[in-house]
């Protein structure tokens, strides 16, 4: 990997990134299922350059790999997820002001040959939850990030679940329009439809302004974060 200046702070970011996405390039590139997942890997940021793009702020060219498993492209996702969202704000300075509620919907684990099934299943369940009278009357907008982990009991499983960010009516928060915990739970568990009381969490964003957007903007950048753990080489990963 080829810097032009490691004492930038973003260089060196970059490089500890690299190092871990060298090292899920090895392990995957030691399964012939997971060779070319692995070479990709491998090959990405193999040199960068830093260009301005204004007087303050720079901006590395190179070639990303894109890889779901990368550190590096899940970093860069992560980055331009909340970007977006400080756009949003700037646009419309008004959400600041606004009440916000970060919602975790989950559900039990899938086999990963399962994946792209379940994750269309529990789209369309959370589609259903949109069209309940509780969500049209009360919530104003909502952004659904999708993030799928290796199950923590048992590691040949997937655990794909949803984080949502909802900016809701203040009436929300109260009297008969107010939803416990457990009646999100048992919201869920309907839209699911699956014979079973799902597991979920929801948080009521509070502070100042500029504390709730950063609140949200860092929640939006949360989903597509690099993942802690490097994985198995399985042919899921290609």
């Keep these: ?17 690299k190092r871990q996405a060298e090292q899920v390039g090895r392990i995957l590139l030691s399964n012939p299922l997971t060779e070319s997942a692995g070479k990709r890997i491998l090959e990405c940021a193999e040199q960068v350059l830093i260009t301005p793009r204004d007087q303050f702020k720079t901006k590395p060219i190179t ?18 997820a909340r970007a977006k969202m400080h756009g949003l704000f700037d646009v419309n300075p008004g959400l600041a002001d606004g009440k916000w509620l970060f919602l975790t919907l989950t559900a039990r684990n899938c086999q990963t040959w399962n994946l792209r099934e379940t994750l269309k299943r529990r789209a369309k369940a959370f589609k259903r939850l949109t069209r309940r009278k509780f969500w049209r009357e009360n919530v104003l907008g909502a952004i659904r990030y999708t993030e799928v982990d290796v199950g923590q009991e048992e590691p040949d ?7 949502c960010l909802l900016l809701v009516r203040p009436s929300m928060f109260e009297g008969k329009n107010y939803l416990s915990e457990e009646r999100w739970r048992d919201a869920w568990g309907q ?20 504390q709730i957007r950063s609140q949200v903007v860092a929640v939006s950048g949360y989903s597509t974060k690099a993942r802690a753990g490097v994985p198995d080489a ?4 290609s």
């Design 1 to 17: 990997m080829t810097f032009l200046n490691n004492n930038d702070a973003l260089l060196e970011h970059l490089t500890t990134l």
């Design 63 to 80: 070639f990303y790999c894109q890889h779901r498993q990368c550190p590096i492209c899940q970093w860069r996702r992560s980055d331009r």
């Design 157 to 163: 499983t997937a655990h794909p679940h949803f984080h």
């Design 191 to 210: 839209a699911l439809q699956e014979g079973y009381l799902p597991r979920l969490e929801v948080k009521r964003l509070q502070g100042t302004p500029d």
């Design 234 to 237: 399985s042919p899921d990963f």
